[in-house]
């Protein structure tokens, strides 16, 4: 079947404007990720689903950022008052239930302008 | 925490070499995951390798081999016979057997292959 896939593929918005970034994760997978990865460094958690419950959120950097899975499949990551040092790629991925193995999404280039 | 470190930010090899990425990692952890990914300028990233960290023996698939040292905290990649489609970042990760899912990541390797 289809893989991880990521809206929009690049986004460019202006310092302090609110964005959203879609993950529609591989069908009947139950856990979901979502990381953030700055020029040059690895991938940094974000957030990960089980289901629709954040089971852990520990990466959030601040309260701007939120995310949400309100059906168990697509998520949404939402945030506010953007920055520039909000620029980043985000990436998306997710894993079939206590499978190991997470398959990533191609990610969101998000610029802050 | 844990934490990966990969002390190679560029490796270059010439196409049907072979070359070894370093990984380390710094965990209380005794049981855990690695793997190994891929991520080409698509920005996808594509698993290579996995190794659970109770087996002695070291994963290999293909071309892709590690070499595991448990008690030295170390996981390099070797790939053999490299070919041109190997050209991308690899970063080095780790997950706890048990509790956190997350992965944490190196900070990766460019690799370069030469024709």
């Known amino acids: 079947g289809a893989g991880v896939s990521q809206t929009p593929s690049n986004k460019v918005t202006e310092k302090g404007k609110y964005v959203e970034l879609r993950c529609d994760p591989i069908?009947?997978?139950?856990?979901l990720y979502w990381y953030r990865q700055s020029l040059g460094q690895g991938p940094e958690f974000l957030i990960y689903f089980q289901g629709t419950g954040a089971a852990d959120d520990s990466g959030l950097p601040n309260d701007r950022f939120f995310a949400v899975r309100p059906e168990g499949s697509v998520s949404t990551l939402k945030i506010q008052r953007t920055e520039r040092g909000d620029s980043a790629v985000y990436l998306c991925?997710?894993?079939?239930?206590?499978?190991?193995?997470?398959?990533f999404g191609p990610g969101t280039r998000l610029t802050v302008t | 925490a844990q934490t990966v470190t990969q002390s190679q930010p560029e490796m270059s090899v010439q196409e049907a070499e072979t070359v070894t990425l370093s990984c380390t990692y710094d965990?209380?952890?005794?049981?855990?995951?690695l793997f190994w990914y891929k991520q080409p300028p698509s920005r996808q990233m594509i698993l290579v390798i996995r190794?659970?960290?109770?087996?002695?023996q070291n994963a290999t698939e293909n071309r892709f081999s590690v070499n595991f040292q448990k008690a030295a905290k170390s996981f390099s990649l070797k790939i053999s016979d490299s070919q041109l489609g190997d050209a991308a970042m690899y970063f080095c990760a780790f997950r706890p057997f048990q509790g956190a899912q997350k992965l944490v990541f190196g900070q990766g390797t460019r690799l370069t292959i030469n024709p």
């Open positions: 069908s009947g997978h139950t856990a």
């Open positions: 965990t209380s952890e005794s049981d855990y995951y």
């Open positions: 991925a997710s894993s079939a239930g206590a499978r190991v193995e997470q398959y």
């Open positions: 190794q659970e960290a109770y087996k002695q």
